[in-house]
């Protein structure tokens, strides 16, 4: 691929065949801005939002409906934009490190396209039950997040591939009751003690 160039821009960026390319008013070569054009052909659909990026995040969604991984973490995010409804092919959504404590029933249908969700690092200590709704998910990433626990609801979401919850404060009785329950699911765990 050759050495990857960074454009930056004060919206985000993309990266293409050519390296990264920004999304916004910032300069960008004439090369770069025939490939933005045509990141849809080329199949370049990722896209990571900076925190100073994020008031101008919906009128970039909107411009860039191709997007289908989109990485909104360390934003100090407390709920799941809105936005995100208007990338129609968004299958992977990163969260990680943010204040995301609960995600509701309207948030949760806003992401039923969903096959990859990273909360890590969230201040969520009990997994919301409306991610049951989720049924084309397959990997759920609560890495180093303050879960504590999974409603026995969640359990039934059999269709997971892979579940890191390595450094959460589940106990490793929660941990071997999740293994049960979803043996064909690579449950990814560390453990805290069951002392009392």
Known sequence: MGNTTAYNTNIGKVRTPLGWAGLGS???????????FSLEAVGQTKMRVKRKQLPALEQTMA?????RFLILKRLRLDHIPVAITKFPQLDSLDLYN?????I?????????????????????????KSLLILERLEVLDLWNSD?????????????LKVLDI???????????????ALPDTEV???WQCDCK
């Open 26 to 36: 910032g300069q960008i070569s004439l090369v770069m801005l025939i490939l933005l």
């Open 63 to 67: 411009e860039h409906t191709q997007i």
């Open 98 to 102: 943010n204040r995301i404590r609960h």
């Open 104 to 128: 509701s029933e309207e948030e949760a249908k806003m992401l039923v396209g969903l096959r990859y969700l990273r909360l890590g690092k969230n201040p969520m200590e009990v997994l919301p």
């Open 147 to 159: 879960i504590s626990e999974i409603p026995t609801e969640l359990l039934k979401m059999k269709w």
């Open 166 to 180: 390595r450094q959460t404060r589940l106990t490793r009785s929660q941990i071997e009751a999740i293994r049960e």
């Open 188 to 190: 990814k765990a560390t």
